[in-house]
C-alpha cells in the first residue's frame, strides 16, 4: 500500500485511491463537486485543485490524483485559496443566485463552499447566460438549467448506475446546458438519486420541493424495510413527521442509492390504510383490553394455535414471538409463511429492488435454522385445510391473504402497521409501530442485520411489534424480555449461534453479516487439501 | 538569408497532378514504405527519435519519443493499437494541412502506412475538420487509388503485412484538435478532452494505445526513412531540426505557407518570404505560432529566429503550429484580442468550469473595452481571470485562451488602459492572479 | 407541451426511414470502427445531406440505426457547429470573422453581402436561396477574406467576387469552383 503525505501528514492507503478519499482519511476535507465515489471521474469542476509538493507536478486535481509512494500534496497553501475562490467565481459567474426560492438552499455545495472558500466581491458586468427552468424531466424530478454548474454527475449516474442515459449536456461554451432529449422524460426507479447526487439545486426532489426547509429537518439512521434489499436511509423529519428520506452510504449494500417506491414508502405511515387503534371484535379497544383479549384467546383457544412470524417485522419482534410462544403456549406451532402480500408494490430488478418484499426473511431464515419446529408455508396450508387452526397469531404480514385464505373458523390477531385482509378479518388488531418509529433490526438479502432507529414517535396507539410481544407476553403469564429494543436483540443475540456476538454496538451504521451456519462436511479431499495447503 | 531551403514536405507540391499515385510514385512516393516493412518497426522509432524530429502540430513533442510510449506487445496485451493523424487544423492563423494534404495526399498516406507499422497499429484513421470535406475527397480519391494498387488494405506490397486507413470527417469544433477531444470525437461522442493520465499511447481511442501525430510530422516520415536520421539532423538548429511549414497571413504582401530550415530568422521570413509590410506600414504586433500563442512586439520579431527554442527565450512565446500572423500599425490591438477572445468563447467544449465560463467573461470584459464601455477595473478583472484560467483546465485550450490576453496585457498595455481613458498604472503587474 | 425539455420549433420530418442501399453503407462505415458509436458523425453527414437538417425524427433514426440513446445523438450534434439543427436556406454561406480575415477585410465582405443579399447575419433570404451566416476560422487564414458555401471554400474575396458568386448562384450557373487558387501554396501579392 503506497504512503502518501498531505499537509505533511503521512497516511498509507490501498493503491488506487485518489487524494480527496485519502485526505478524508486524515479528516483533511477537499472541497468537490463532480467527484462521487460511487461514479467515474469526471475531473472537470475543479474545485478539488491542489498544490502537489512531490512525485508529480502541479496544481493538479485532487480526484484524478491516485496515490503512489512519493506523492505529497498541500491544501493549504495561499495558491489554494486562490484557485478555490476562483473556481467558485466561475461556478457562479452565470448561476441565477436564487437561493431565496431554491430547494437546495441550506444544503447546497455553491452556498457551502462560497461561506467556506469563496467570500469574494462580484465583479460582474455582464448579463448571465440565461436556459431553460422548471423543467419537467421525470415523475419525481424537476430540472432547472440555470442553477447546473455542468458536473455530469447526473449523466454519469444515467449512464453507469441505471444504464438508461437520458440525460445529457447540450451545446457547448457556456450555453452548455443539462438536459434530456425533447418531448422524452426519465422513466426509471432511481430518479431520487439524481436529486441527491446534484451538488446545486438543478435537480430537485418533486416530492420534497417547497415542503420544508432543509435546516428545519433532523435526520435519523434507519433501514428501508420495502424489501429485502434493506438499503440504509436517513429519514428527514421535524415535529414528528418525516418530509424525506436519503439513501445512507453502505457500500455492501446499496452504495449511495435507493428506489424511488423505498423512498417515497413513508408516506404510508400517515396513510388511510395505517393502523392506529387497537380492535376488538371489530370495535376500536384500549391497547391493553385488546393485548388482554388476544390472551384470552390464545389461553383459552378450543383447537390449535398457529402462532406465524412475520418476514416484515423485525429480528427483535420476531425472536419476541418465537420465545413468548415456547414460554407460555407450549401446544402452539410456529410458521413461518414467504411470499409477498397481495397488492404489494410489484416490480423488481436486478439491482435494488428485490422481488422478495420482505425486510427480514434471511431473520426468519435463521430463526428456522435455530428451531426446527418452526413450520412452512405448506404445513401452515394442510393445517387450516384439516381445520386444525382455531386462534392464529400473526405478526405483520397479511398471511391470509398471502395464503388467498378467508379465515373462516379461525380467529385471528394481527398485530401490524397496516390494513389488510387478515386486519379486516382479525378478532383483535394490536397496532404496530412503522419501522422508522422505532429501534430495532432487520436481516437484509445478503444476511446482513442493520439496525434502524427511531426518528418519530408512534402514531396513535401504535407501539413498536417487540413492545407489543412484551405486554402480550406479560399477559400470558411470561414476558419474553422484550422491555427494550436492545435487551430483546440481547437475547435475540445470546440464544441464536448465527447473531451469536453481535450487539447494537458492534453492528454500527453498516450492519454485521450472519455467522455461517457450519457447512456440511465434504468427501472431498482434494478440496480440503487445497484449504489446508 | 542565404541559407539552403531544401524541400522536404513540399517536394512535390507543384508538379502537375501531384495528388494521382501515377505523379506521385513517379516522384518516390511510397519507395520508404518498401524499405520500411522490411525494416523492424523499433528500428524505424529509432530512426524517427535520432532524427530529433518534434511534433509539429503545436507542442513540439519529440515524435519517436511518443512512439516509444506505445506498451509492448507482451504489456498491451489483444488490445490493438491505433494511428490517429490529427487533420483537424483548426488553430487561427493555421492552414498548411490542408495544402499538405491538397497538394500530396500519397505523402501523408505512405507517411501513416509506415507510422502504423511502427507502432504496430493495423488501422489508422485520419481525422479531418468538418469544413474539409473538399480536401477529404481529394484524399479518399488518393486513398482508393493506393488501396487498388496493393498499398493500402491487406497484404501491402506483398509483404504480408495488413494495414488499413480510413478518413473520418469532423463537423465544426475547434476543440478536435486537442488529441483527447478528437479521441472522444471519433469515438463518435462529443469532442470533449480526456482526463490525463491515462495518456492516449497507453489508454487513448476505445481506451487502446494509440499515437495521435499531426499531418506534418507524419508528412516527415517518409523522408526520413529515406535519406536517414542524420540528414534531417543536418537541417535546422540542434535542438529543433529540419523544415517546418509556416502559415503566414495578416498584413503582408505575400501570405501563404513556406517551407523553411528551423531557425531562420523570424524577420526573414517577414520581409522575404511573405515580402514584408505594406507600403507605409510599420509593424505593430506578430503571433508566431497560431492564435494561441503569447504575442510579439516588433522589437522581439527582429531577434527571434524560426524554432521552438528563440522565440521562447526571446518573447516567452512557442513556434506552435507556425501559424504566422502579422498585424501592422493600423491594427486596433483590443479589437484584434477581442476578435480572439470571440473564438475561444465560441469554441470552449464546456466541459471544465473555468474554461466554460471564464472565455466568455474574458471575451464580454473585451468587447465591452474595444467599445469604450470598460474600465481599469474590469483589465484588471480580464487578467484574473486569464491567470485563472490558465493552467487550471483539462486540456491546453485554457491556457490557449489566456496566454493571447496575459501577452497583450503585458506587452501593449497602453493600448488597454487608454481605451478606459487611463494611464498604465505604476504598480501594473500583468501576472498577479487572484479573486478578490 | 408545457415543461417538456427544450422544444424550440421543430417542424421535424416526420417518419424517417434509410433506404437498403443507405442502410448498407452504414453498415460498410461501421464496419471501419470498433464501435457501431463511432459512426456517429459519419451517420450524422450522411442524414444531413440527404434531410438536410437534423430534425428530432432523423436524430432519433441516427439514434435507433447506433443503438445509442437519442439524448446522446442530441448531445453530439448540438456540440458541433456544421450540423444544423435547424434548416437553411438552399445555400448556406458562412464567412470566417476569425483575426486573419478580419485583419484582410473580413467586416466588409460581410457587409457587403448582407447588402447584397438584403438579408442581416443569420437570416435566410424570402426565396429561400441564401441563408447568411457567420464562422470562426476555417483554415483559410491565408487566402482571407474567404466564405463556405455548402462544401465549397471562395477565397481571396472582393465585392465583384461576391456579386458574380451570387449571381452565379441566383441564375442556376454557377461560377467554376476557385480550385486552382486551392492548388497553390503561395499566394499572389494581394496588392498586385
Known amino acids: 500500500m503506497p504512503t502518501v503525505k498531505i499537509d505533511g501528514i503521512e497516511v498509507e492507503v490501498p493503491a488506487g485511491t485518489n487524494m480527496i478519499e485519502a485526505a478524508r482519511k486524515v479528516g483533511i476535507d477537499i472541497p468537490h463537486y463532480c467527484y462521487h465515489p460511487h461514479l467515474s471521474i469526471a475531473g472537470n469542476c475543479r474545485m478539488c485543485l491542489v498544490d502537489v509538493e512531490a512525485g508529480g507536478r502541479g496544481p493538479d486535481i485532487a480526484c484524478n490524483m491516485m496515490a503512489r509512494d512519493g506523492l505529497a500534496i498541500r491544501t493549504d497553501t495561499p495558491q489554494v485559496a486562490t484557485m478555490r475562490r476562483a473556481t467558485m467565481e466561475f461556478l457562479l459567474k452565470n448561476h441565477p443566485l436564487d437561493c431565496p426560492i431554491c430547494d437546495q438552499s441550506g444544503e447546497c455545495r455553491l452556498q457551502d463552499y462560497y461561506m467556506e472558500y469563496g467570500q469574494y466581491e462580484s465583479r460582474l458586468s455582464d448579463p448571465k447566460v440565461t436556459k431553460h427552468k422548471r423543467v419537467d424531466i421525470g415523475d419525481h424530478l424537476v430540472l432547472d438549467a440555470e442553477r447546473c454548474i455542468a458536473c455530469s454527475r447526473c449523466v454519469r449516474f444515467g449512464d453507469e448506475i441505471t444504464g438508461t442515459g437520458e440525460l445529457r449536456l447540450f451545446n457547448r461554451t457556456d450555453h452548455t446546458e443539462i438536459g434530456i432529449f425533447p418531448g422524452a422524460r426519465i422513466q426509471h426507479d432511481y430518479q431520487g ?57 453502505n457500500d455492501a449494500v446499496n452504495k449511495s442509492w435507493m428506489c424511488d417506491h423505498g423512498r417515497q414508502a413513508f408516506e404510508a405511515i400517515t396513510g388511510l390504510d395505517r393502523l392506529l387503534r387497537a380492535r376488538v371484535q371489530g370495535q376500536p379497544a384500549d391497547l391493553d383490553d385488546a393485548v388482554a383479549a388476544a390472551a384470552t384467546l390464545l389461553r383459552e383457544a378450543g383447537g390449535g394455535v398457529a402462532v406465524v412470524l412475520g418476514h416484515s417485522a423485525s429480528n427483535e419482534a420476531n425472536w419476541a414471538l418465537l420465545k413468548l410462544t415456547r414460554d407460555n403456549l407450549p401446544n402452539a406451532t410456529v410458521y413461518a409463511v414467504a411470499g409477498n402480500d397481495p397488492g404489494a408494490w410489484d416490480r423488481s430488478d436486478d439491482f435494488l429492488m428485490d422481488a ?27 393445517a387450516l385445510a384439516d381445520g386444525d387452526v382455531d386462534v392464529m397469531l400473526v405478526l405483520g404480514d397479511d398471511v391470509l391473504g398471502r395464503l388467498g385464505a378467508d379465515g373462516a373458523g379461525v380467529r385471528v390477531i394481527h398485530v401490524g402497521s397496516f390494513r389488510c385482509t387478515t386486519s379486516d378479518a382479525a378478532t383483535v388488531v394490536l397496532p404496530a409501530a412503522h419501522p422508522y418509529e422505532q429501534d430495532a433490526t432487520w436481516t437484509n438479502r445478503d444476511r446482513r442485520v442493520q439496525r434502524g432507529r427511531r426518528a418519530i414517535h408512534p402514531a396513535g396507539d401504535s407501539e413498536p411489534a417487540w413492545a407489543l410481544m412484551e405486554r402480550l407476553g406479560a399477559a400470558l403469564g411470561k414476558a419474553p424480555g422484550a422491555t427494550s429494543a436492545a435487551a430483546a436483540f440481547k437475547s435475540l443475540a445470546s440464544s441464536v449461534e448465527s447473531f451469536s456476538g453481535m450487539t447494537y454496538q458492534s453492528l454500527g451504521n453498516g450492519g454485521a453479516v450472519l455467522a455461517s451456519p457450519p457447512s456440511p462436511p465434504t468427501d472431498d479431499e482434494d478440496a480440503l487439501e487445497t484449504i489446508h495447503a | 538569408m542565404d541559407v539552403p531551403k531544401p524541400r522536404i514536405l513540399t517536394r512535390r507540391w507543384g508538379l502537375e497532378g501531384s495528388h494521382t499515385l501515377a505523379v506521385a510514385r513517379k516522384h518516390g512516393a511510397y519507395e520508404s514504405l518498401r524499405k520500411a516493412l522490411t525494416m523492424e518497426p523499433s528500428a524505424i522509432t529509432q530512426v524517427v527519435k535520432d532524427s530529433g524530429l518534434r511534433g509539429r502540430g503545436g507542442a513540439g513533442f519529440p515524435t519517436g519519443v511518443k512512439w516509444g510510449f506505445v506498451p509492448p506487445p507482451e504489456k498491451r496485451g489483444d488490445k490493438p493499437v491505433y494511428l490517429i493523424c490529427n487533420a483537424d487544423e483548426s488553430e487561427p492563423g493555421t492552414f498548411k494541412d490542408r495544402y499538405c494534404i491538397w497538394n500530396d495526399p500519397h505523402a501523408l498516406i505512405e507517411g501513416c502506412l509506415i507510422a502504423a507499422w511502427a507502432i504496430g497499429a493495423k488501422t489508422a484513421y485520419i481525422y479531418l475538420r468538418g469544413e474539409f470535406k473538399f480536401v477529404k475527397d481529394r484524399l479518399d480519391a488518393a486513398l482508393a487509388e493506393a488501396r487498388e494498387a496493393g498499398l493500402v488494405g491487406r497484404n501491402i506490397l506483398g509483404t504480408g503485412i495488413d494495414i488499413d486507413v480510413w478518413t473520418h470527417l469532423g463537423a465544426g469544433a475547434y476543440i478536435c484538435g486537442e488529441e483527447t477531444a478528437l479521441l472522444s470525437s471519433l469515438e463518435g461522442g462529443r469532442g470533449q478532452p480526456k ?22 510530422t507524419l508528412q516527415v516520415v517518409p523522408w526520413l526513412i529515406e535519406h536517414g536520421a542524420a540528414a534531417y539532423r543536418a537541417i535546422g538548429t540542434e535542438k529543433s531540426p529540419g523544415t517546418k511549414l509556416f502559415s503566414c497571413s495578416g498584413h503582408i504582401r505575400r501570405p501563404g505557407v513556406y517551407e523553411l530550415p528551423l531557425g531562420y530568422p523570424m524577420i526573414e521570413l517577414l520581409n522575404d518570404e511573405c515580402g514584408g509590410l505594406h507600403d507605409g506600414r ?38 506552435g503550429s507556425g501559424g504566422f500572423i502579422v498585424m501592422d500599425d493600423r491594427t486596433d490591438l ?48 480580464l487578467r484574473d481571470v486569464a491567470n485563472n484560467i490558465h493552467s487550471r483546465t483539462i486540456c491546453f485550450f485554457g491556457a490557449s485562451a489566456a496566454m493571447p490576453v496575459q501577452s497583450f496585457l503585458k506587452k501593449f498595455p497602453e493600448e488597454f488602459f487608454g481605451r478606459a481613458g487611463v494611464d498604465v498604472p505604476d504598480d501594473w503587474q500583468p501576472r498577479a492572479a487572484s479573486a478578490k | 407541451m408545457a415543461g417538456a425539455f427544450p422544444r424550440p420549433p421543430d417542424q421535424g420530418h416526420g417518419p424517417v426511414s434509410w433506404t437498403d442501399e443507405e442502410q448498407a453503407r452504414i453498415e460498410e462505415i461501421c464496419a471501419r470502427y470498433p ?4 459512426a456517429t458523425l459519419p451517420v450524422l453527414w450522411m442524414a444531413q445531406r440527404k434531410w438536410g437538417w437534423l430534425s428530432y425524427d432523423v436524430m432519433k433514426l441516427v439514434a435507433e440505426t447506433l443503438g445509442q440513446p437519442p439524448s446522446e445523438v442530441y448531445a453530439v450534434a448540438t456540440f458541433y457547429t456544421m450540423l444544423k439543427k435547424q434548416p437553411t436556406g438552399t445555400y448556406l454561406i458562412q464567412v470566417c470573422h476569425t483575426l486573419s480575415c478580419q485583419l484582410v477585410g473580413a467586416e466588409e465582405i460581410i457587409a457587403h453581402l448582407k447588402k447584397k443579399l438584403g438579408i442581416e447575419e443569420g437570416e435566410t433570404t424570402p426565396d429561400g436561396m441564401f441563408t447568411l451566416m457567420r464562422v470562426e476560422c476555417l483554415a483559410s487564414c491565408g487566402s482571407g477574406p474567404m466564405m463556405q458555401i455548402d462544401d465549397d471554400y471562395y477565397e481571396q474575396l472582393t465585392p465583384d467576387a461576391i456579386d458574380a458568386i451570387i449571381d452565379g448562384l441566383r441564375s442556376g450557373q454557377p461560377l467554376p469552383l476557385p480550385r486552382p487558387e486551392v492548388n497553390k501554396w503561395t499566394f499572389r501579392s494581394l496588392e498586385s
Not at chain 1, 431464515?365 to 405448506?378: E, Q, T, V
Open chain 2, 282 to 319: 510599420t509593424l505593430k504586433a506578430v503571433i508566431p505560432g497560431g492564435s494561441s500563442v503569447p504575442v510579439m512586439t516588433p522589437d522581439e520579431v527582429a531577434r527571434a529566429t524560426m524554432d521552438y527554442e528563440s522565440i521562447n527565450e526571446v518573447a516567452g512565446s512557442y513556434l
Open chain 3, 35 to 38: 464501435t457501431r458509436k463511432s
Open chain 2, 195 to 216: 482526463l490525463k493520465p491515462p495518456f492516449p499511447a497507453v489508454e487513448g481511442a476505445w481506451r487502446c494505445p494509440t499515437i495521435v501525430n499531426n499531418v506534418e
Open chain 2, 334 to 381: 483590443v479589437a484584434a484580442l477581442a476578435n480572439l477572445l470571440r473564438f475561444y468563447a465560441h469554441e470552449s467544449c464546456g466541459q471544465c468550469s473555468p474554461c466554460r465560463e471564464g472565455t466568455g467573461w474574458m471575451h464580454s470584459i473585451l468587447q465591452r473595452l474595444a467599445a469604450g464601455e470598460a474600465t481599469e477595473f474590469d483589465i484588471a478583472t
Open chain 1, 193 to 249: 438519486n439524481l436529486a441527491d447526487i446534484c451538488p446545486v439545486g438543478a435537480i430537485t426532489n418533486k416530492d420534497f420541493r417547497f415542503t420544508k426547509r432543509v435546516w428545519y429537518l433532523k435526520e435519523t439512521d434507519a433501514v428501508c424495510t420495502e424489501c429485502a434489499t434493506g438499503c440504509n436511509v436517513r429519514v428527514c423529519h421535524q415535529q414528528g413527521q418525516v418530509f424525506r428520506l436519503l439513501p445512507r452510504r
Open chain 1, 356 to 382: 422478495d418484499k420482505n425486510a427480514n426473511s434471511a431473520g426468519i431464515a435463521a430463526l428456522m435454522a435455530h428451531d426446527p419446529a418452526i413450520r412452512d408455508r405448506s404445513d401452515l396450508v394442510q
